[in-house]
């Protein structure tokens, strides 16, 4: 890796080095990773030389992960009608060479203080009583003091009107009907704050969003580029600024799809990964996969561990800072390379929206019932049962997800009905 985009990708974060540091095991834990370490070791020694076969389709399906290209199909749509905000020729091009566009307006700043408002009024009423990541993930972040409106908001545009009344705003979904064709859901939802003194987001890459599960959140009916699968809307709801975590990006990094294969890899072939790592890294990668929070520091552990694997990933790269007025959104596909700045400022907090968008031929959870998040307690399971896609754009014509039915009086944040399963006392 250029030396200058690692130092580059890596200004302003806590080095992994501390961050484990903090990390505190119980005796159990610690037997865990050392009986893990050993193991490595054995198979470093005694195994990986005689995996010649497993070697070779390894460092052939890194080879497939590069040169991606995303091609967008001109679809027809109503570009005449007045009040459109379907893409140009010139700026399907521009996506297709960036995998970005924006920023652009999607609300007034008055319209999206209020959202951030209620949100937050919201959250400050434990959401009524309503989350979708289940009991026991909420209580394991509770019990060690990690529960945020980011882990709590999950889906929470589902109960919100005004949350998905943005999420497919005509200027967001007008321009995802033009990337992702007639047929637009929303299938994921989120609200990320940084708060005076947080940390940045680390960098990550993802298209089919497998993160800590076991196969991939969503599968494709119809062939079409990896880069567009799933695309990203990021809503700024107040001003960002580099001080208050602006939003980084490497545009067009698109096109390497190394560092995806290799988290998929390490998911199902840890001790095989591990093998081809330096042992001195080894106690630092296993704290940080197995015992931290959230995938961005097992993303981070990942980045160390690309300079070793692949000397040549991103070595053209070019690191864009987004900054953007409250209001303002971006479209970026997932597969580029992005991450955040902390929040160094002392009393401005940064508040931010995100849809995932797909398309309807897309499969959600294919045959899946529980989705997955890391705790101090480890990976834990969550009922999806509750979960269902939003429609952004057209009609469902596929029938392969459930999608959320708009009620005929949308009730607002300050009185509101729990929808089902995941209610707490």
């Known amino acids: ?18 961050i484990t540091e903090g990390i505190r095991l119980t005796p159990a834990q610690e037997a865990k990773l050392r009986a893990i370490e050993l193991s490595v070791g054995l198979y470093r020694r005694c195994v990986l030389p005689l995996r010649r076969r497993k070697t070779h389709a390894f460092e052939e399906n890194l ?18 009608e007045p009040g459109n905000h379907f893409m140009s020729e010139q700026e399907l091009r521009s996506f297709e060479e960036t995998g ?18 209620e949100l937050v009024a919201a959250y400050e009423r434990k959401f009524d009583g309503f989350v979708y990541i289940g009991d026991e993930v909420y209580d394991a972040l509770d019990r060690h003091g990690q529960m945020s409106i980011g882990f709590a908001g999950l889906y929470q545009a589902l109960r919100y009107k005004r949350f998905r009344d943005v999420l ?29 003194g947080a940390p940045g987001t ?45 939003l980084r990006i490497m545009p067009g990094t698109f096109a390497d799809g190394r560092m995806e294969y290799l988290q998929a890899y390490a998911q199902d072939n840890l001790l095989d990964y591990l093998a081809r790592l330096p042992k001195e890294f080894l106690p630092l990668i296993l704290k940080a996969a197995l015992f931290s929070t959230g995938a961005f520091i097992r993303a981070q552990a990942l980045v160390l561990s690309l300079p070793m694997l692949l000397p040549d990933i991103y070595a053209d790269a ?47 959870f294919p045959g899946a019932t529980h989705s997955q998040m890391g705790t101090p307690e480890g990976i834990m399971d969550f009922p999806i049962d509750a979960v269902s896609s939003i429609q952004i754009y057209g009609a469902d014509s596929y029938g392969y997800n459930r999608i959320f039915q708009e009620p005929e009086e ?16």
């Not at 062939?223 to 699968?229: M, V």
């Not at 479209?331 to 929206?353: C, K, L, P």
């Open 410 to 425: 949308a009730v607002s944040a300050a009185a509101h009905e729990p929808l089902g399963a995941g209610a707490r006392a």
């Open 63 to 80: 080879a497939k992960s590069v040169n991606q290209t995303i091609q967008v199909p001109r679809y027809e749509l109503p570009r005449d």
């Open 168 to 196: 497919k705003a005509p200027p967001m979904a007008h321009r995802l009907a033009s990337l992702l064709g007639p047929e637009v859901i929303c299938w994921r939802n989120q609200i990320f704050e940084k708060g005076p």
């Open 318 to 364: 070019e690191v864009v800072d987004l900054e953007m007025k409250a209001g303002e959104a971006i479209i970026f596909t997932s597969m580029n390379m992005h991450a955040s700045y902390g929040n160094t400022t002392e009393d401005q907090t940064r508040f931010a929206v995100v849809g995932r968008y797909t398309a309807n031929h897309v499969e959600v």
């Open 202 to 246: 680390y960098w990550h890459q993802s298209g089919a969003f497998r993160e800590l599960s076991s196969t991939e959140k969503l599968r494709p009916t119809r062939p079409g580029s990896h880069g567009i699968l799933q695309l990203t809307g990021w809503i700024a709801l107040t001003d960002v600024t580099v001080k208050t975590a602006a």
């Open 100 to 117: 970005l566009a924006g920023p652009f307006p999607v609300l007034s700043a008055e319209d999206a203080a209020a959202l951030r408002d």
């Open 1 to 18: 890796m250029n030396a200058a985009i690692f130092q580059e990708m890596n200004r302003g974060f806590t080095s992994l080095q501390e």
